[in-house]
């Protein structure tokens, strides 16, 4: 079945690093790769999403390239803020044999510090 | 526009107990999810509704869980009788599908349950 792997977490960083989350997945067929955050007490937030290879989802500085080569969709951002400290998690969705349920990874927690 | 409500917020009941959950989708959405979230871990799917039909159920443990979505807006989950294992997270979220596309899923903050 699909999975979704998510580096081990937790993540802490300084303001202004550069952050990278990996995340690797399993699926059948052609996936719809997504990343999700979530702020302490809020919802799940689409942070950016890409639905097919080679594409490039971007949002807030962050951005994430759907990789099928290596089946993969890192998180990266080149200069993280205080207010980007959250649960990131890393998803993926096959309409074709799941419909759009999503198969989330287990989550990175990110800690940025002033 | 309002976002995806949920209620209670938090839940604390003894084991054995039943418990109900309750879910007010975006407006005109009509794909309803419920997803449990343990402690740690990414949310799984429950159950997804397309109006006011089931139409992936396949890992709702049907012994115990039950989901209604009458008139295919509003959504109750329900535990009877709840277990240790069911503290959790459950999140509800909603979309509008058309035409095989896929749409952003939108979701509430969720019900936090503790069973003692």
């Known amino acids: 079945g699909d999975s979704v792997t998510q580096m081990e977490g937790p993540v802490t960083l300084s303001e202004e690093a550069f952050l990278t989350i990996n995340c690797t997945y399993t699926?059948?067929?052609?996936?719809?790769l997504f990343w999700y955050v979530q702020y302490p007490g809020e919802g799940l937030q689409l942070l950016l999403k890409?639905?097919?290879?080679?594409d490039k989802g971007s949002n807030k500085g962050f951005e994430a390239t759907y990789r099928k080569e290596t089946t993969s969709f890192h998180l990266e951002k080149g200069s993280v803020q205080v207010s980007d400290s959250a649960v990131y998690f890393c998803?993926?969705?096959?309409?074709?044999?799941?419909?759009?349920?999503?198969?989330f990874g287990e989550g990175t927690q990110l800690t940025v510090n002033p | 526009e309002a976002g995806v409500v949920q209620s209670p917020r938090y839940k604390i009941i003894e084991k054995k107990q039943p418990v109900a959950f309750w879910c007010n989708p975006i407006?005109?959405?009509?794909?309803l999810y419920w997803y449990r979230q343990n402690l740690g871990q990414g949310p799984e799917l429950l159950i997804r509704?397309?109006?006011?039909?089931?139409?992936?159920d396949s890992q709702l443990p049907k012994d115990r869980f039950s989901a209604e979505r009458l008139k295919g807006v509003d959504s109750t989950l329900k535990i009877q009788p709840a277990e240790l294992g069911d503290s959790a997270v459950y999140l509800c979220?909603?979309?509008?599908?058309?035409?095989?596309?896929?749409?952003?899923?939108?979701f509430g903050p969720g019900t936090r349950l503790l069973v003692l």
């Open positions: 407006s005109g959405h009509n794909t």
């Open positions: 509704y397309e109006n006011e039909e089931a139409v992936d």
């Open positions: 699926a059948t067929g052609y996936p719809s």
């Open positions: 998803a993926l969705s096959e309409r074709e044999t799941s419909g759009s349920r999503l198969t």
């Open positions: 890409a639905t097919k290879a080679d």
């Open positions: 979220a909603s979309s509008l599908e058309m035409g095989g596309i896929l749409e952003t899923q939108y």
